[in-house]
């Protein structure tokens, strides 16, 4: 069975302006374990695609649904990275890091130090008892990206999640989500401005068009795994970023 459907989801913000159509309709099947990105222009919807499937926001057509059943709030199986960092600034880094098992009730000592292991990976063990206010933006969404992982969500749904970071930084997350990908096997949802961050990692690309965002193409990816930094530069890596590229090009008013 499909893991998530979207099923002619669209969403219509009312403003003091009019109605503004936003996102959709747009039908996707994402199977279990598999990575999708999701590529498109500024404001053509993505995170607003983003708040509905987390549970944040209710459709105006159409449904969403993980298994069989409609997302229609917040779940404990879906971890979520936003394109803010919107950490808690009361809190230290580890226990932001902690806040999705304390919310579920799961807490136990072993999560402390799973959150420390986590902030390693992110390259922040020393920043652990700091406050958010502390960190640079980079810093803080690297908090973030832990908190989405903490409690080994089957689907991970993280929205530009690298946009703020340096380009080096940028290279070793994307590095890193791919092998936490792979040892893990969860659904991935990954929204990126990146046509070669997308390649690297997804499975699948779904381009969206310019507002409201629909689908207009869709890229499979069949690179072979795992991708390390040789794969940047094979044929086929290249073949199918130019292929994206052009495409982007040939859209008209569909710039990244
Ligand atoms: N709460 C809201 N009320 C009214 N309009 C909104 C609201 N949130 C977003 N919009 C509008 O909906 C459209 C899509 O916004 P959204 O944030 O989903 O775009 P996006 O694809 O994530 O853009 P970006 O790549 O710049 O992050 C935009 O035109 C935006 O102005
Ligand atoms: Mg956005």
């Known amino acids: 069975m499909a893991h998530l459907s979207l099923r002619d989801l669209s969403v219509t913000y009312k ?9 959709g ?3 996707l099947e994402v199977e279990d374990g598999e990575f999708v990105a999701i590529l498109g222009p500024s404001g053509c919807g ?3 695609l983003l708040k509905i499937l987390s549970g944040l926001l209710k459709p105006s057509g159409g449904q969403s649904l993980i298994g069989d059943s409609v997302i229609d709030k917040p779940r404990p199986d879906v971890g979520i990275v936003f394109q803010q960092p919107t950490l ?10 902690l806040v999705p098992v304390r919310v579920l009730s799961l807490y ?6 799973k959150a420390d292991a986590l902030l390693e990976m992110v390259g ?15 810093m803080q969404q690297r908090v973030a990206i832990a908190r989405g992982l903490i409690h080994e969500p089957n689907l991970l749904l993280m929205d530009e999640p690298f946009a703020a970071l340096d380009a080096l930084t940028r290279e070793q997350m994307t590095l890193e989500l791919q092998s936490i990908w792979d040892r ?5 949802i990954f929204i990126t401005h990146s046509i070669p961050e997308a390649t690297f ?3 699948r690309i779904v381009v969206l068009s310019p507002r409201p965002g629909r689908i207009v193409h869709t890229e499979k990816v069949d690179l072979p795994r795992p991708r390390g930094l040789d794969t940047m530069t094979s044929p086929s890596f290249v073949a199918t970023c130019d292929r994206l590229r052009r495409f982007f090009a040939k859209a008209e008013g569909a710039t990244l």
Do not use: C, M, Q
């Not at 808690?88 to 890091?97: D, G, H, I, T, Y």
């Open 184 to 188: 893990t096997r969860k659904s991935v």
């Open 46 to 48: 993505k995170s607003t």
């Open 25 to 27: 309709p747009i039908s």
């Open 15 to 23: 403003t003091s302006r009019g109605p503004l159509p936003a996102l």
């Open 108 to 113: 136990s000592e072993a999560y402390r130090a």
């Open 201 to 203: 990692l997804a499975d």
């Open 124 to 138: 922040l063990s020393s920043f652990a008892n700091h406050y958010p206010h502390e960190l640079s933006g980079g």
């Open 88 to 97: 808690l600034p009361w809190k230290s880094v580890r226990e932001n890091v």
